[in-house]
């Protein structure tokens, strides 16, 4: 059965997959960032609710960020959240 809400969320998760490519080009020190995962943490909320388990896997994505003490770590360290957030997302395109 087809949720009448599936295609919002479709657009809303291809949206952020989108967002995550782009800012997989830009340097860990960016100002858009953390207001990307602000607002589509903050749209996942309201789409599946706020204590749901696709809420959860996204919030907990990135797990723990290691202490990396050079530019070339951070960057990695970066990139590595962005793919975390990106597989999480993934899976929900298509639900």
């Given amino acids: ?11 809303l998760v291809k949206q952020a ?4 490519r782009y800012l997989q ?3 860990y020190r960016n100002n858009e960032f953390k207001p990307w ?9 309201v789409e599946y609710g706020a ?8 919030v907990n994505a990135a797990g723990k960020a290691f202490v990396v ?5 951070r960057e990695q360290e970066y990139q590595r959240q962005l ?8 899976g929900l395109v298509g639900r």
Avoid: C, H, N, W
Wanted: proline fraction near 2%; glycine fraction near 6%; avoid cysteine.
């Fill in 1 to 11: 059965m087809v949720s009448f809400g599936s295609s919002k969320r479709e657009t």
């Fill in 17 to 20: 997959l989108e967002q995550i």
């Fill in 25 to 27: 080009t830009l340097p």
């Fill in 37 to 45: 995962l602000d607002k589509t943490t903050a749209a996942l909320k």
């Fill in 51 to 58: 204590e749901s388990v696709e809420v959860r896997r996204f």
């Fill in 69 to 73: 003490g050079t530019e070339t770590g």
């Fill in 83 to 90: 793919e975390s957030y990106e597989e999480v997302l993934m």
